[in-house]
């Protein structure tokens, strides 16, 4: 497993500055640098309508639809799907894994939030398993105080550091290994996200949470369909609650 990288940040152009301080709304004018062959000249404007949708279609969370608002998501596909980059649906990202819609993505942050918020209205520590192309490590980057983030692919791991080199994140440790074990040496966890679905959550993920955190993620059901599940651990017992029905790639042993 590599080391914490860490990441430099800037997000949409905005100067970098101290984690709690920073605004995750971009400055007026500074969203128009966008990559060539791109998605035109105001992704902003796109992204604003992708957040509409959201709140329309329940999401209420203001920081989780900031957040969303504020990561450009054309900059983690591949050029010829930029133009999708803000509708609601999956993308593939390489190596037959898909980057999450829009919509699950902040449902499933949503979620996590409904767990104990530290003193600065961020959530603390978070574990992302499934790194992917970067993207929600992105946006738990600005609603959480520092994210490590697993990959068990390492062709997605770099393409992931790649991705996210731009916007210099610092609170953003991207992990190469196995994520069904967790990662022992950044617990305990405020909230830990799961990007592929299991046949159960494992047990290491249970152990590495504090006690008042939130685990979200896709698990198979006894129907043999994946929904959605929330735990939550209070000082006596694990809560669990079956959400909706869900398609994740499959959570999966060992590296590769
Ligand atoms: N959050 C990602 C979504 C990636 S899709 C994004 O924003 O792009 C899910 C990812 O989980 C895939 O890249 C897959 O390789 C990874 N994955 C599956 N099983 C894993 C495991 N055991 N540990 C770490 N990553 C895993």
């Known amino acids: 497993m590599s080391r914490r990288p860490g990441f430099p940040v800037r997000l949409d152009g905005a100067p970098a500055?101290?984690?709690?301080?920073?605004?995750?709304?971009?400055?007026?004018?500074?969203?128009?640098?966008?990559?060539?062959?791109?998605?035109?000249?105001?992704?902003?404007?796109?992204?604003?309508?992708?957040?509409?949708?959201?709140?329309?279609?329940?999401?209420?969370?203001?920081?989780?639809?900031?957040?969303m608002g504020s990561v450009e998501r054309h900059r983690f596909v591949d050029t010829a799907l930029v133009n999708q980059a803000y509708e609601d649906t999956s993308l593939p990202i390489g190596l037959g894994q898909t980057i999450s819609k829009p919509n699950v993505v902040a449902r499933m942050i949503e979620l996590l939030l409904g767990g104990a918020r530290g003193p600065t209205g961020r959530?603390?520590?978070?574990?992302?398993?499934?790194?992917?192309?970067?993207?929600?490590?992105?946006?738990?980057s600005l609603v959480a105080v520092e994210v490590y983030s697993m990959e068990r692919l390492r062709g997605l791991h770099e393409k992931a550091r790649d991705?996210?080199?731009?916007?210099?994140?610092?609170?953003?440790?991207?992990?190469f290994g196995d994520g069904r074990a967790g990662y022992a040496k950044g617990a305990p966890y405020a909230g830990i996200i799961a990007a592929a679905g299991g046949e159960a959550v494992p047990p290491a993920w249970i152990e590495q949470l504090a006690v008042g955190g939130r685990i979200v993620a896709p698990t198979q059901m006894p129907g043999g369909y994946q929904a959605l599940v929330v735990m939550e651990k209070t000082a006596r017992e694990m809560?669990?609650?079956?959400?909706?029905p869900v398609h994740f790639v499959p959570l999966k042993s060992g590296i590769a």
Request: glycine share 14%; hydrophobic share 40%; with cysteine.
């Open 17 to 67: 500055g101290p984690a709690t301080g920073r605004s995750v709304a971009p400055a007026p004018g500074t969203s128009g640098h966008e990559r060539s062959g791109g998605i035109g000249l105001d992704s902003q404007a796109v992204r604003l309508r992708m957040v509409q949708r959201m709140a329309a279609q329940g999401i209420t969370d203001a920081q989780v639809l900031c957040a």
């Open 123 to 140: 959530l603390g520590r978070v574990l992302e398993i499934g790194t992917g192309c970067g993207y929600q490590a992105a946006v738990l």
């Open 163 to 175: 991705n996210l080199r731009h916007f210099r994140l610092p609170n953003v440790h991207l992990l």
């Open 239 to 244: 809560k669990q609650t079956v959400l909706e």
